[in-house]
T-cell receptor, first 114, second 116 residues
Framework: AQSVTQLDSQVPVFEEAPVELRCNYS??????LFWYVQYPNQGLQLLLK??????LVKGINGFEAEFNKSQTSFHLRKPSVHISDTAEYFC????????????FGEGTQLTVNP | GAVVSQHPSWVICKSGTSVKIECRSL??????MFWYRQFPKQSLMLMAT?????????EQGVEKDKFLINHASLTLSTLTVTSAHPEDSSFYIC????????????FGPGTRLTVT
């Protein structure tokens, strides 16, 4: 079975600072990885995904993530955050044989302070 | 494209009554939809996988008689919470699998259920 660990439940940063949200996964087979963002009382919006190819994936809103197979990680980064980036971020994983069923991490609350 | 809607966005019902939540794919056909439950400050918990024209597949620990799922068309799945109790109060989110096979899911905006 696959699992996802988001290492930080809360990450406070100042506006325009860089940020990294950490995600590690465990799986015995090849996986597909996603980062979603959730604003209060809303559904999830896809930030980026890794299916294959280049391990550096660029997403929306200036976010990017790097797939590291040897370290089984998929950390999310942004070089300069804005107040509007304050939200809950979820890392998720699926695999070919799971019928697209996603396994989510526990989430990381990013709070950007002025 | 790839928009998923949910209705209602919030609902309050009395204990013992049933409530139906609709999930629609607006601009694509979704053979597979998923239903999640999310408690405050927690992650999403998959409740069931809904396949068009067949019975839903429920996750372990989810009562299929309490959470009735119907996927009668390629654009609509419904979740009915039967005989609701206060502990069923939660945020329910549906998603639809990308029809182009990218393993991505498109999420609805969620439904806040409060049982009094």
């Amino acid at each position: 079975a696959q699992s996802v660990t988001q290492l930080d439940s809360q990450v406070p940063v100042f506006e325009e600072a860089p940020v990294e949200l950490r995600c590690n996964y465990s799986s015995s087979v090849s996986v597909y990885l996603f980062w979603y963002v959730q604003y209060p009382n809303q559904g999830l919006q896809l930030l980026l995904k890794y299916l294959s190819g280049s391990t550096l994936v660029k997403g929306i809103n200036g976010f990017e993530a790097e797939f590291n197979k040897s370290q089984t990680s998929f950390h999310l980064r942004k070089p300069s955050v804005h107040i509007s980036d304050t939200a809950e971020y979820f890392c998720a994983v699926t695999k070919e044989t799971s019928g697209s069923r996603l396994t989510f991490g526990e989430g990381t609350q990013l709070t950007v302070n002025p | 494209g790839a928009v998923v809607s949910q209705h209602p966005s919030w609902v309050i019902c009395k204990s013992g009554t049933s409530v139906k939540i609709e999930c629609r794919s607006l601009d694509f056909q979704a053979t597979t939809m998923f239903w999640y439950r999310q408690f405050p400050k927690q992650s999403l918990m998959l409740m069931a996988t809904s396949n068009e024209g067949s019975k839903a597949t429920y996750e372990q620990g989810v009562e299929k008689d309490k959470f009735l799922i119907n996927h009668a068309s390629l654009t609509l799945s419904t979740l009915t919470v039967t005989s609701a109790h206060p502990e069923d109060s939660s945020f329910y989110i549906c998603s639809a699998r990308d029809p182009h096979g990218t393993y991505e899911q498109y999420f609805g905006p969620g439904t806040r259920l409060t049982v009094t």
